[in-house]
């Protein structure tokens, strides 16, 4: 079981991994419109739609794989105070209430979508318009990947509730720690504390 939520993660990371290629697409594309703009004083038409296209896909294409990072923001602070099985409780509940139900009509209405958009070839409204179906074909491809995510990620509360342990996940990025700093730059804590008995009365001293 654990190799099958592995693998689904390794699916939504190379998903994620893949649709962040578009931020150099689109930086590229905004430079040479700058460029265009104010040096050779030829804007295109086109350019702004095709931005908030490509910024569309970026951000969606993230859904998936920000979920299997865990990585999507909490709004409840207390959250992180409860133990594993409170908080697997709490995440497989709304899960089923909210998130399966959403994006179930989030993928079947943007294939509905998408598909209209085909047949009468829609395109952006704009002195040079761009065919706008081929983006709109996106919102189901994700839809689908976030669904298949989150019945991953409900195996995995289920699995808490058992175990009292949530299940690892799939390593990508990791934020740089203290302890990983202090090795990189070589200070160790008897050093830190040295230096703070210097810098604590400096900082409390009044003229």
């Known amino acids: 079981m654990q ?3 592995l693998g689904v993660d390794r699916l939504s990371t190379w998903f994620g991994q893949f649709g962040s290629w578009t931020i150099i697409g689109l930086t590229l594309l905004i430079c040479w419109e700058v460029f265009c703009r104010y040096v050779l004083n030829l804007p295109h038409a086109w350019v702004y739609d095709a931005q908030w296209m490509l910024y569309g896909v970026l951000f969606m294409m993230a859904g998936a794989y920000t ?3 865990n990585g999507h923001v909490r709004g409840d602070v207390l959250y992180g105070f409860f133990e594993p099985r409170t908080q697997a409780t709490i995440d497989i509940i709304l ?5 399966l139900p959403g994006i179930v ?3 079947y209405a943007g294939w509905e979508f998408a598909n209209d958009a085909l047949k009468i ?3 952006t409204f704009s002195a040079v318009p761009l065919p706008l179906y081929p983006f709109k074909f996106s919102i189901p491809i994700v839809g689908v990947f976030m669904l298949l995510q989150g019945i991953v990620e409900i195996v995995r509360c289920a699995i ?7 299940p690892s996940r799939e390593q990508d990025v990791e934020e740089v720690d203290v302890e990983k700093l202090k090795e990189m730059v070589h200070v160790k804590d008897e050093d830190i504390a040295a230096l703070d008995k210097y810098v604590t009365p400096a900082a409390g001293h009044k003229s």
Not at 95 to 99: E, G, L, N
Not at 160 to 166: D, Q
């Open 3 to 5: 190799k099958l939520l």
């Open 160 to 166: 808490c509730i058992k175990t009292g342990e949530w």
């Open 105 to 107: 009509a989030l993928t």
């Open 95 to 99: 899960y089923i209430v909210f998130y």
């Open 121 to 123: 070839r829609e395109q």
């Open 67 to 69: 979920l299997a990072k």
